[in-house]
């Protein structure tokens, strides 16, 4: 299993960011979670196969059609202990 933590920045709040990457990371059995970070970036954890996993970073980098993706930064991050892809909080 692959995971990792992204920090997506740019126009990515106010542009339905976290339901797109929900929706696009169930579509891929992604398991993690997304958030609105106070800085205005987007932070997500995503895990699983690493084609998959491959696949929802790509994604990252475009986003939903009205957001404007500057930057999508990795760094390894050990997986989620619960299954599932979900919106958390603002945090």
Same mark, same amino acid.
């Given at each position: 299993?692959?995971?990792? $933590? ?6 990515? =709040?106010? +542009?339905?960011? !976290? /339901?797109? $990457?929900? !929706?696009?990371? =169930? ?11 106070? /800085? ?6 995503? %895990? ?7 696949? +929802?970073? %790509? ?5 939903? $059609?009205? %957001? !404007? +993706?500057?930057? +999508?930064?990795?760094? %390894? ?9 979900? !919106?958390?909080? /603002?945090?």
């Amino acid at each position: 299993m692959t995971a990792l $933590l992204l920090a997506i920045t740019g126009r990515v =709040q106010g +542009v339905g960011y !976290r /339901d797109w $990457l929900v !929706r696009e990371a =169930q579509r891929r059995g992604i398991q993690g979670w997304v958030r609105n970070r106070p /800085d205005g970036s987007v932070q997500a954890l995503v %895990a699983g196969e690493s084609e998959a996993v491959k696949a +929802v970073v %790509a994604a990252c980098h475009r986003g939903p $059609l009205f %957001a !404007r +993706v500057s930057q +999508v930064a990795e760094s %390894a991050h050990p997986p989620p202990e619960e299954t599932g892809f979900t !919106r958390m909080a /603002d945090g």
